[in-house]
C-alpha cells in the first residue's frame, strides 16, 4: 500500500463507512480489526476490549487462522504493552515488540511479531479498547519500525470512528435489552391476567360440580368437563406465553428458521394448526428481520387469541430483492374500517409502524366471518 501524502484517506473512509453498518458489538469489532489490517497492511491485528478483572471481554484477531487461535490458548491478560495502551491510553509504535523491556512472552504458538503499532480506542475519558497491528508487509529501515508517523496517524482516525462505532453498538445492544425486557414485562401482564382468569374459572366451576354431585349427578357431570376445558385452556395460554418470553434466535438462527420454530411452538401449544412455508428467500439486514419477526409474532397472536381459527398460515417468500410475509387465518375476521377507527385494536398501528420504518408496507384483508390476512412487504437491502 503506498502510503504518500492523502493516499490513505479513501481507505480510511471506506473503512468507517464498513463499521456504521453493523450494530452488533462483535461484528463492530471485527470490522474494525480487517479494515485495520488491510488500510496499513500489516499481516496481524487485533483489539481487546478489557474487562474488570485484569483480562479480555473480548478479543478479535485478523490475520491468524482458527486453528492457529486455538493452538494459541486462553485469551492474554492486561499486561506488557497492552496494559501500558489501556491504562496510559498512550499509542506505542516500536521497531521490534520483542526487544522492548516490557515484553513479556507469548505461547509457543503464537505467531513471530516485530515491528508493531498501537493504540488506545477511547471514548472521551473512558478506554474502550486497545487496537493494534504487527508486521508491516514493506522494507524495514535498518533499526527502524516499519509503520510511520503516517500510519500512526491514519490508525488514529480509524481509533476515532471505532470508539463512536462501538459505543454506538453498546447503545443499540442495551436498548435491545429494554425493549426485551419491556415485551416480556407486557408478556407476563398478559399471561398473569389470562391464567388467573381461567383459574378462576376452574375453581367456581370446580365449586359448582361439588355442589351438584349428590343431586344432580349428570348437571355435575357436565361441569367436571368445563373443569378439565378450562384446565386445559390454562396450560395452552402457560406453554404459549412461556415459548413467547424467550428471546428470538435471529442472531443465531436466521428469520426463516426462527419463523419456523415458533410456528412449530405455537402449533403445539394450541388447538388451531399453525403451518409455515419459506419460498427462496434471502437474508434480510438485521433491521428488517427484526421488522418481520415482530409483525409476523403480533399478527399470531391475533390469530390465536382472538380470531378462533382453526388454522393460520404463515408464509414468507422472495420478492425481488425483499421479501414477502403473509399470515392468513380462516377465524371469525373483522371490518378494517371500524378496526382503523378504534385506534390501536388488534395492534394494527404498531404493525404499520414497524413496517415503514424499514422501508416496507403492510396490508390487512379482513371481514367478518370471512378470516383475516396480513401482508407485510420488505425491501431487500
Known sequence: MTNGPGAGI?????????????????????????????????????LGVPDDHGGFAQFVVDGVSAEQWKAIGPLPRQHGI????????????????RTDPRFGGWPAAHPDMSDFLGLPVADGDEILGALFLANKRCPKPAGGCGFTEQDERLLGILAQHAAIALTNARLYERSRELTIAGERA?????????VAQKLFSLRLTAQAATALVDRDPARAKDELHQVAALAAEAADELRAAVIE??????????????????????????????????????????????????????????ALRHSGAKTVEVSLARDGQGALLRIADDGCGFDPRAVRRAGRHLGLVSMHD????????????????????????????
Open 10 to 46: 479513501p481507505a480510511v473512509s471506506t473503512a468507517i463507512l464498513a463499521m456504521s453498518r453493523h450494530l452488533e458489538v462483535r461484528d463492530v469489532l471485527k470490522t474494525i480489526v480487517a479494515s485495520a489490517r488491510e488500510l496499513l497492511d500489516a499481516e496481524y491485528a487485533a
Open 82 to 97: 497492552l496494559a501500558a495502551m489501556l491504562h496510559n491510553a498512550t499509542p506505542e509504535r516500536l521497531a521490534d515488540v
Open 354 to 381: 414497524r413496517a415503514g420504518g424499514v422501508g416496507g408496507k403492510l396490508t390487512v384483508e379482513s371481514e367478518p366471518g370471512k378470516g383475516t390476512a396480513v401482508e407485510m412487504e420488505v425491501p431487500g437491502g
Open 186 to 194: 407486557r408478556l407476563a401482564h398478559e399471561l398473569h391476567d389470562a
Open 245 to 302: 418470553l424467550r428471546p428470538a434466535a435471529l442472531d443465531e438462527d436466521g428469520l426463516v428458521a426462527t419463523l419456523r420454530s415458533q410456528a412449530q411452538v405455537l402449533d403445539r401449544a394450541h388447538s388451531a394448526r399453525v403451518t409455515f412455508e419459506a419460498h427462496g428467500v434471502r437474508a434480510l439486514p438485521a433491521a428488517q428481520e427484526e421488522a418481520v419477526l415482530r409483525v409476523a409474532q403480533e399478527a399470531l397472536h391475533n
